[in-house]
C-alpha cells in the first residue's frame, strides 16, 4: 500500500454504493476532495437497515439522509436506483442503468465484503464495465473488514473530520462511524514506515478484463 492516488483536474469519479451510507464509509475521499468530479449511485434503497421501522418507512428515512448528505457535499451528480436492499443479486440489470465510459477513475465495494449487496454490486459493476469496454481505473474499497492486499491509499488525515460529518448523516447506522475511523486510523498506523499519517482510506486496484465473466443466468432481468 505504497502507492497514493492523486486525483488530477482530468479525472471523472464514479463512486458505486450498494446502499445509501457506503460512499461515505469507503470513498469518502472522492466527495470530500473532487466532488465537482464525482458521480455517486447508490444500487439499494436500504430498506433493510432498521428492525424498529418497516422497510417502506426506512426506504424513506434512508433517502432523506442520504440526499442531506448529497446537498452537504453538492458533488456533480447523483443517482438512486432504488432496488430493494438485501435484493440485489436478483438484479444485475440495475448496474446497465450506469454509463461508465466517461470515467477515469471508478471506486467499487471489495468483491469479498460482507454483505452479499456489496459482493453482488461488485460483480456487476465489474462485468458491466468490461461489457461496455470502459477504460477506467477501478479500486475496491474497505468497510467494516480490511481486506488482505490493499495496493493503493489516499491520506485522509487533514479531512477525517468532515468524513466523521458525512458518515452522521446516517444516524440510524449505529457504529459506522467508530468503525471506519477506526479503520482509517489502522491503515495509517500499517503506514508508519513510509510516512506519518493519522487516518489513510485503502483501496484495492482490480482489472476488470481479468474479472471472471458473469454466467448467462445471472444476467437476466428479474
Not at 454504493?17 to 444500487?43: C, K, M, N, W
Request: proline share 5%.
Amino acid at each position: 500500500m505504497r502507492t497514493e492516488i492523486v486525483f488530477s483536474s482530468g479525472d471523472r469519479i464514479a463512486v458505486i454504493a450498494p446502499h445509501p451510507d457506503d460512499e461515505s464509509l469507503g470513498a469518502s475521499s472522492a466527495l470530500l476532495l473532487a466532488p465537482e468530479r464525482t458521480d455517486i449511485f447508490v444500487l439499494t434503497d436500504g430498506s433493510h437497515g432498521c428492525r424498529d421501522r418497516t422497510v417502506e418507512e426506512e426506504a424513506a428515512v434512508r433517502r432523506r439522509q442520504f440526499e442531506a448528505e448529497m446537498d452537504y457535499v453538492k458533488p456533480n451528480s447523483f443517482e438512486w436506483i432504488g432496488v430493494e436492499d438485501t435484493k440485489l443479486g436478483l438484479h444485475p440489470e440495475a448496474v446497465g442503468k450506469i454509463d461508465f465510459t466517461p470515467y477515469t477513475i471508478i471506486f467499487l465495494p471489495w468483491l469479498n465484503s460482507l454483505h452479499p449487496d456489496h459482493r453482488d454490486a461488485a460483480r456487476f459493476c465489474l462485468d458491466e464495465i468490461r461489457r461496455q469496454r470502459a477504460r477506467a481505473d477501478c479500486y475496491f474499497y474497505e468497510i467494516d473488514a480490511p481486506f488482505h492486499d490493499p495496493s493503493h491509499y489516499i491520506d485522509i488525515s487533514e479531512i477525517a473530520e468532515e468524513k466523521r460529518r458525512l458518515v452522521r448523516f446516517h444516524a440510524d447506522q449505529k457504529g459506522h462511524e467508530q468503525i471506519t475511523l477506526a479503520l482509517n486510523a489502522y491503515r495509517a498506523a500499517q503506514m508508519i514506515k513510509y510516512k506519518s499519517l493519522e487516518y489513510v482510506e485503502a483501496f484495492q486496484k482490480v482489472d476488470a478484463d481479468e474479472h471472471p465473466e458473469l454466467p448467462d443466468q445471472d444476467r437476466k432481468e428479474i
